[in-house]
């Protein structure tokens, strides 16, 4: 079974297609400036840490170290740890550097997107984290700590991504009289990205891809829909118009090549309604000719008939026979043609279907055949009385014709809302599936042979569709298996 895929569907498709290769390309350069980004959101956000944390190391036993760390991470949702340059672990959860965080803290110090801070090697009054240790305000009480800033104003900062975790370092030290002057750094650790906001925030990134995603859809959405909207009405209209329905029109107004098909199918809707019109014309002229010539040979076969003598009798009934043919064909045609007036030429009016269903069964039925009619005495239509007569006497003799002797024929009818549905079954083997489409086009029969015995020529069904259509209204068939259903569909009164 082919699947179709709605044109609407394949340009959101192509839509989320082309957003997924912006996201794509987004995150490899995001990926590629990824470290500078977070270098300097680290340095940013955790600075004012550092310096709480430092605050508080500097007046505190070295005994309580551990605990204030252990409590700033719990705070933060991030580990803390502090450590010498050296490598060496001065407070926090016993833990082991991995090797490549390891080799970060022996590197120079780093500004944010900048080149290494070197110092001067002639410069002996100093150590890596200030001023020479004589020019240093000590601490002590009131005082607090004194986190130095490296030379120049840089900062020292790195970030790695090891053993499924990532790593912040900030240089700092901690000046106590206690300690010698060593530099240290204050490692973060957190097992995501983002350690809670503090890494990395992508709410931001979150909240601009869904403004992205809003705006390009607001942005596609209105030639999205014109596209598929014009491209839904010319399936409609095209529609009506294989059904028949030749003044359908499709708007022509785009200038583009929609415009230019909704152009080309409201000329073809014209082109095929001169066609078809012209067809039924020339049908209708040349029956209501053939009258007169036919009527005029059935004069002189029964003036001849008079005359012959015995042995040509038999040659005249066969003549006789044919011309009878012949008139029954001019008659389908002439039903045909007048079936296939203008619907605004049809009056309609209130019709009472038991009433017309009973007078086509009295005039169309035959000997041994049965028919039943379960149709309401309230149910009516609002129809051409003549055009439904002869829809239903039609279905009628076609169901006598091939299914007669199979059972009864039944016609019902219920109402649905504001419709009608008027039914004609019978209890005969139907019809080839793939003949039902076809069914209703003028002289197609399922048979391959069309002589007298088979049947008529292929014109009651479709005089049982150009009538029913006349009145506004349609008509469809099914096999039962066993039977065939006809079934018309008319507006209530």
């Excluded at 004012?48 to 252990?70: F, M, Y």
């Excluded at 039609?394 to 199979?406: E, I, K, Q, S, T």
Aim: hydrophobic fraction near 40%; include cysteine; glycine fraction near 8%.
């Amino acid at each position: 079974m082919n699947v179709r895929f709605p044109l609407y569907a394949k340009i959101l498709l192509w839509f989320f297609l082309n957003l997924l290769i912006l996201v794509v390309g987004f995150l490899g350069f995001f990926k590629l400036q990824l470290n500078s980004a977070i270098v300097t959101t680290v340095h940013d956000r955790l600075r004012p840490i550092e310096q709480l944390i430092i605050s508080e190391l500097g007046p505190a036993p070295r005994s309580q170290w551990d605990d204030i760390l252990k409590r700033f991470s719990a705070a933060y949702g991030v580990k803390f740890l502090l450590f010498q340059n050296t490598g060496k672990q001065v407070a926090g959860e016993k833990i082991t550097l991995p090797q490549e965080v390891q080799s970060q803290l022996s590197q120079p110090a780093r500004r944010p997107n900048g080149p290494p801070e070197m110092m001067a090697p002639d410069d002996p009054g100093r150590d890596e984290f200030g001023p020479d240790r004589e020019d240093r305000p000590e601490a002590g009480p009131g005082r607090g700590p004194m986190p130095r800033r490296l030379p120049g104003g840089a900062v020292g900062i790195f970030f790695a991504h090891a053993d499924g975790k990532y790593w912040a370092g900030l240089r700092t030290r901690i000046d106590r009289r206690d300690l010698p002057p060593a530099p240290m750094t204050l490692i973060a650790v957190s097992s995501t990205l983002s350690a809670g906001g503090l890494f990395v925030d992508m709410r931001p990134w979150a909240l601009a891809g869904v403004i992205v995603v809003v705006i390009s859809a607001l942005f596609w959405f209105p030639l999205i829909r014109s596209v598929t909207s014009s491209v839904s009405k010319m399936t409609k209209a095209t529609q009506s118009i294989a059904a028949g329905d030749f003044d359908a029109r499709v708007a022509d107004q785009r200038r583009d090549e929609l415009g230019r098909l909704g152009e080309a199918i409201n000329a073809m809707a014209v082109r095929l309604k001169g066609l078809v019109s012209g067809q039924k014309r020339f049908l209708g002229d040349t029956a209501h000719e053939l009258c007169s010539p036919i009527a005029r040979i059935q004069l002189h076969l029964g003036i001849l008939e008079g005359t012959a003598h015995a042995q040509d009798k038999e040659r005249i009934d066969e003549l006789r026979e044919e011309v009878q043919q012949m008139s029954a064909l001019v008659n389908e045609l002439l039903q045909f043609s007048k079936a296939s007036l203008e619907p605004a030429a049809v009056k309609l009016q209130p019709v009472r279907v038991r009433t017309v269903a009973e007078q086509a069964a009295r005039r169309d039925s035959v000997h041994g055949s049965r028919i039943n009619i379960e149709v309401p005495e309230d149910i009516g239509v609002l129809a051409d009385p003549e055009l439904l007569g002869r829809t239903i006497g039609n279905l009628l003799r076609n169901a006598v014709r091939y299914a007669g002797h199979c059972g009864p024929i039944t016609i019902s009818a219920e109402r649905t809302d504001d419709v009608v549905n008027i039914h004609v079954r019978d209890c005969g083997p139907g019809v080839p599936d793939e003949s039902l489409p076809q069914l209703f086009d003028p002289f197609y029969r399922p048979e391959v042979a069309r002589d007298r015995e088979s049947g008529g020529v292929g014109l009651g069904l479709a005089i049982v569709k150009t009538c029913v259509e006349s009145c506004h209204g349609m008509v469809s068939c099914r096999n039962l298996k066993p039977g065939f259903e006809v079934t018309i569909q008319l507006q209530a009164i």
